[in-house]
């Protein structure tokens, strides 16, 4: 009788063991799965010096969701007399994503006055011949583009890449008539949010 108690307890003693050494590897391969599907997986930290799709750069960098879709198409924009700002751009360029931040305060300034008009160059069809209604017919195959079209529909600026806002505003204060930067008030930027306040600096 003493023997097979002493048979039952080893059998016990083994038996936890064996229960205690899975339990401690299947942790074991948990933990190691877990960790190599952590490192497996991409950042989805958006990065604005970066060429990687974040989502639209006017919502994401320029804080500003009321410039896309536009309001009005160029060829309203056109028959209104109004002037208008044509921006050229994709979502995965860093040069794109740090212009939208100029573009948004520009609209802040002069958005009551011009159409401000950001055409995902994607979104632009195929083919050869456009008509001056038409954001291809400005399009020249670089992004960003600014393009600014006074009240008459003339090109009055034109610029591939990013532009500073103080280039843009001069050629505005032109087309509206206003007094130059120099004899005039300084104007003051508003910084839209916590991110474009780290960039305007």
């Known amino acids: 009788m003493i023997l097979r108690l002493q048979q039952f307890q080893i059998r016990i003693l083994t038996a936890s063991r064996r229960s205690w050494r899975q339990f401690f590897l299947s942790c074991l391969l948990t933990l190691v799965v877990s960790f190599s599907c952590l490192l497996g997986t991409p950042s989805a930290l958006a990065g604005i010096n970066d060429d990687n799709f974040d ?56 958005g009551r006055a011009a159409d401000f008009i950001p055409i995902d160059v ?40 990013t532009v500073a806002f103080e280039k843009v505003d001069d050629v505005f204060r032109e087309v509206f008539n206003l007094l130059p930067r120099s004899e005039s008030v300084e104007l003051k930027r508003r910084l839209v949010n916590e991110f474009n306040t780290e960039l305007a600096k």
Not at 70 to 93: I, N, T
């Open 55 to 110: 989502g639209n750069v006017f919502l994401l960098y320029g804080g500003n969701a009321s410039l896309v879709p536009p309001r009005v198409a160029l060829a309203d924009s056109l028959k209104g007399g109004k002037p208008a700002l044509l921006v050229f751009y994709v979502d995965d360029s860093s040069d794109c994503k740090q212009h939208a931040i100029v573009v948004s305060q520009l609209q802040a300034f002069y």
């Open 122 to 161: 994607d979104s632009i069809p195929v083919q050869s011949n456009f008509t001056p209604t038409e954001p291809g017919y400005y399009y020249e195959g670089l992004v960003p583009q600014t393009v600014l079209l006074n009240q008459k529909g003339e090109v009055v600026l034109n610029q591939k890449g």
